[in-house]
C-alpha cells in the first residue's frame, strides 16, 4: 500500500511550538500568541500522498474547539480530552488512544501496510515495552514505514535514533515558519502584531 497513516499528538507538538516561538520570535508574549496552522502541518504530515486515515489527539481547553473544526473538515478524526481528569493523567489518555488507533490500523491492514506517519516526540514507556516507540517497531517488524515527526530537541532520543536509522525523521525544526503563526496582542497590552505562516516548501521534506 502506497497511502500513508497519520497519527498526531496535539499536545506534544502545540508545547514545544511555544518554546520555539519564545526564542524564534520578535515582540512580546509569543509564546502565548503563537498557533499552529493545522493545514499546513497535516500537508507536512502527507506530503500530498493518498491519505488512508488520519486521526488527531489532544488535551484542550473547551474553548479552543473550534479551532480543531478546521482540521476535521480536511478528513482527520480528532478526539480531545479534558484536561481536567488530573487523576488519569493529563497526557496519557490522548497518548493510549492514539496507539490504539495504530495498533488498530496495523492489525486490519496486516498484509498491505503502508506508511505510518508519526507527530510526536513522546518515546516514553519503551522499557517497559508501551508507549509510541514500542508500537513504532511492532509495525515496522508487519513492514510498515516509518515517519516521526517532532521537533528535533523534544524527540525521545532513543527514538530519533530508531527513526533514523529504520525509516525518516523529519525535524519540524525547519518548518517552524510554515506550520505556525502568531496572534495579536490581547486588547489592553502591549501592541505586538500578528505573523502569518509561510508558504510550505516540502522539497526539504524526505519520506519513506
Known amino acids: 500500500m502506497n497511502s500513508v497513516f497519520v497519527y498526531w499528538d496535539n499536545s506534544n507538538i502545540f508545547i514545544e511550538a511555544r518554546r520555539h516561538a519564545e526564542e524564534r520570535e520578535a515582540g512580546p508574549d509569543a509564546r502565548y500568541r503563537v498557533r499552529v496552522h493545522f493545514e499546513n502541518l497535516f500537508r507536512l504530515a502527507h506530503a500530498d500522498r493518498e491519505v ?8 484542550v ?3 479552543l474547539r473550534q479551532l ?5 473538515g480536511l478528513g482527520v478524526e480528532v478526539s480531545l480530552f479534558d484536561r481536567g481528569e488530573q487523576a488519569r493523567g493529563e497526557q496519557e489518555v490522548p497518548d493510549r488512544y492514539l496507539q490504539l488507533k495504530m495498533l488498530e490500523d496495523a492489525l486490519d491492514h496486516n498484509g498491505d501496510p503502508g506508511t505510518v506517519v508519526l507527530l510526536t516526540g513522546d518515546g516514553a ?3 517497559e515495552g508501551s508507549g509510541f516507540h514500542s508500537t513504532l517497531e511492532r509495525m515496522h517488524r508487519r513492514d510498515w514505514r516509518v ?3 517532532s521537533w528535533a530537541h523534544a524527540c525521545n532520543p532513543r527514538m530519533r535514533e530508531w527513526a533514523e536509522e529504520n525509516g525518516i525523521f523529519v525535524p519540524l525544526d525547519d518548518f517552524y515558519w510554515s506550520i505556525t503563526y502568531l496572534e495579536p496582542s490581547r486588547e489592553g497590552h502591549e501592541l505586538a502584531l500578528p505573523r502569518k505562516q509561510h508558504d510550505l516548501d516540502l522539497s526539504k521534506r524526505e519520506s519513506a
Open 147 to 149: 515517519e516521526i515527526l
Open 61 to 63: 481547553p473547551p474553548e
Open 52 to 59: 488512508a486515515r488520519a486521526v488527531a489527539a489532544g488535551s
Open 125 to 127: 514507556g519503551y522499557l
Open 68 to 72: 480543531w473544526n478546521r482540521i476535521e
